[in-house]
Nanobody, 120 residues
Framework: QVQLVESGGGLVQAGGSLRLSCAASESIFKFKAVGWYRQAPGKQRDAVATIISGGSTNYADSVKGRFTISRDNAKNTVYLQMNSLKPEDTAVYYC??????????????WGQGTQVTVSS
């Protein structure tokens, strides 16, 4: 069973920075994609940033230019560097990994989430 463990959340003032980490129990090379999602109270869980196995990245429009997703293959870890944080970035941030079998069956794995709170 794949395990994803997030860390790095916390309380920060608007304009500040945080770096989230997602440590996987297996090589991140096996995943089709690894990404970060967030869920604010009373809202749906939305994609924030994704890194595909080939290295390309995708970002939600709301975080483009402020957040950067990256990976350290040797450490099986994916990071989310968050700069210029805004109060609307406050949410629980979840790491997600998608594994795909040769027959195309996909499996989604989720971490337990880490709270990010941005004060105004």
């Amino acid at each position: 069973q794949v395990q994803l463990v997030e860390s790095g959340g916390g309380l920060v003032q608007a304009g500040g920075s945080l770096r989230l980490s997602c440590a996987a129990s297996e090589s991140i090379f096996k995943f089709k994609a690894v990404g970060w999602y967030r869920q604010a109270p009373g809202k749906q869980r939305d994609a924030v940033a994704t890194i595909i196995s080939g290295g390309s990245t995708n970002y939600a429009d709301s975080v483009k230019g402020r957040f950067t997703i990256s990976r350290d293959n040797a450490k099986n870890t994916v990071y989310l560097q968050m700069n210029s944080l805004k109060p609307e970035d406050t949410a629980v941030y979840y790491c997600n990994a998608i594994a795909s079998t040769p027959l195309g069956v996909e499996f989604n794995y989720w971490g337990q989430g880490t709270q990010v709170t941005v004060s105004s």
